[in-house]
């Protein structure tokens, strides 16, 4: 069964637009991770955030944000003002307690933005 | 600078050969992992491992091998097992195995079939 939902499998803006990456996961585990990584045209994946369950701060970090609802459990992610550098593939990813060390990853969200 | 590279970037493999994968890290980390992609899917474990001279199945091992004789070299072997071979792999390390443990990927191998 799929952990980690990303339902949008692709979207499109134009720059200066914002815009909101959804992710929906699914664990019984009291004590777990999530995190968001960015996969740019190179390929490599870049870390972007972590967050525990026990935290449901909202994080910002310059144009990024993350709303991190246990009630929904969601973990969504918004850029800001987007730039075509933020064209990437995203993906939200549950690590959970029980499972050891597995990271389970959606199926990711495709990005592209625009001039 | 500290980071993982991959080679080569692009790799073709006949019918029935088996092909290798490298995978070097100089971050000085215990753990590193091997992740197959295919096109409009998340990633899938394929192995791991934490120390050297020790590795562990992920979900889609089988068809695949690997060692680690040296901490900071993880090589991936697609065996001829392996009947769809073509996808993305993508290797990461960690400081340790743990599950709140953020990972450092190498910018990926394609491998396709010829």
């Known amino acids: 069964a799929q952990k980690v939902t990303q339902a949008q499998t692709e979207i499109s803006v134009v720059e200066k637009e914002d815009v909101t990456l959804d992710c929906v996961y699914e664990?019984?585990?009291?004590?777990?991770?999530l995190f968001w990584y960015k996969q740019p045209p190179s390929g490599e994946l870049v870390f972007l955030i972590r967050?525990?369950?026990?935290?449901?701060q909202n994080e910002i970090s310059g144009r990024y944000s993350w709303n991190f609802q246990k009630s929904t459990s969601s973990f969504n992610f918004t850029i800001t003002a987007s730039q075509v550098v933020d064209s990437a593939v995203y993906f939200c990813?549950?690590?959970?307690?029980?499972?050891?060390?597995?990271?389970?990853f959606g199926k990711g969200t495709s990005l592209l933005v625009t001039p | 600078d500290g980071g993982i590279t991959q080679s080569p970037k692009y790799l073709f493999r006949k019918e029935g050969q088996n092909v290798t994968l490298s995978c070097e890290q100089n971050?000085?980390?215990?753990?590193m992992y091997w992740y197959r992609q295919d096109p409009g899917q998340g990633l899938r474990l394929i192995y791991y491992?934490?120390?050297?001279?020790?590795?562990q199945k992920g979900d889609i091992a089988e068809g695949y091998s690997v060692s680690r004789e040296k901490k900071e070299s993880f090589p991936l072997t697609v065996t001829s097992a392996q009947k769809n071979p073509t996808a993305f792999y993508l290797c990461?390390?960690?400081?340790?195995?743990?599950?709140?443990?953020?990972?450092?990927f190498g910018s990926g191998t394609q491998l396709s079939v010829l």
């Open positions: 491992s934490q120390i050297v001279n020790d590795f």
């Open positions: 664990t019984r585990d009291t004590t777990y991770y």
């Open positions: 967050r525990n369950s026990f935290d449901e």
């Open positions: 990461a390390s960690s400081i340790f195995v743990g599950f709140n443990e953020k990972l450092f």
């Open positions: 990813a549950l690590s959970e307690e029980d499972s050891g060390y597995a990271l389970n």
């Open positions: 971050l000085n980390h215990d753990a």
